[in-house]
Nanobody
Framework: VQLQASGGGLVQAGGSLRLSCASS????????IGWFRQTPGNEREFVAG????????RYADSVRGRFTISRDNAKNTVYLQLNEVKPEDTAIYYC???????????????????WGQGTQVTVSS
């Protein structure tokens, strides 16, 4: 599975941004997708995850109520809507895919076998 993350950029605090994660594979609807982010010197941090058909998404406490993950299987794309962004949301955002995700491990980077290249999000104060 190949993943392509896009949509990052520079945004002011309190603003919004939508990230996209597109897959070139034919089995996209069979994949669970997670979004992670990473800042220099830190480990990759879970942001949000969505199951194959979009049900019961999971969010990190730091983004719950501000970020929304969704998917359009017809377009082979998962989205991460970032609202009310804060300077601490600044990071490289990665999407990742799993064909056999155990939902209780949705926040673990090791649960995912395919990763996109990352897209930079910078929030100015």
């Amino acid at each position: 599975v190949q993943l392509q993350a896009s949509g990052g950029g520079l945004v002011q605090a309190g603003g919004s941004l939508r990230l996209s994660c597109a897959s070139s594979g034919r089995t996209f609807s069979g994949l669970s997708i997670g979004w992670f982010r990473q800042t220099p010197g830190n480990e990759r941090e879970f942001v949000a995850g969505v199951r194959r058909h979009g049900e019961t998404p999971r969010y990190a406490d730091s983004v719950r109520g501000r970020f929304t993950i969704s998917r359009d299987n017809a377009k082979n794309t998962v989205y991460l809507q970032l609202n009310e962004v804060k300077p601490e949301d600044t990071a490289i955002y990665y999407c990742a895919a799993s064909e056999s995700l155990i939902w209780s491990a949705v926040s673990a980077p090791t649960s995912y076998s395919s990763w996109g290249q990352g897209t930079q999000v910078t929030v100015s104060s």
